[in-house]
Nanobody, 116 residues
């Protein structure tokens, strides 16, 4: 059984930064594309950023473009989400997901709270 484990969430003031990490437990997930989603209080889960397994192709939601950076550390089988210039609207639970050939895994999420 594979699980994804997110870490790095916390509370920060607006304008601050956080770095989220996502790593699999159980067995490595090599060759998987990774993405981050988030769910703000009272809202549906929404896409934040994604990266192909080659680590070169990335995609961002318009709301985070220029502020967030997604990356892969293949040596550690870990995905990261660097979040800068955080806004109150970035508050929510952030989920990591990995996908390949029809298989998708999700983490339990890590909470990010941005105070204005």
């Amino acid at each position: 059984q594979v699980e994804l484990v997110e870490s790095g969430g916390g509370s920060v003031q607006a304008g601050g930064s956080l770095r989220l990490s996502c790593a699999p437990s159980g067995r490595p997930l090599y060759g998987f594309s990774k993405a981050w989603f988030r769910r703000a209080p009272g809202n549906e889960r929404e896409f934040v950023a994604g990266i192909r397994r080659n680590g070169a192709d990335t995609l961002y939601a318009d709301s985070v473009k220029g502020r967030f950076t997604i990356s892969l550390d293949n040596a550690k089988n870990t995905a990261h989400l660097e979040m800068n210039s955080l806004k109150h609207d970035d508050t929510g639970v952030y989920f990591c997901t990995a996908a390949r050939l029809g298989r998708r895994y999700w983490g339990q999420g890590t909470r990010v709270t941005v105070s204005s």
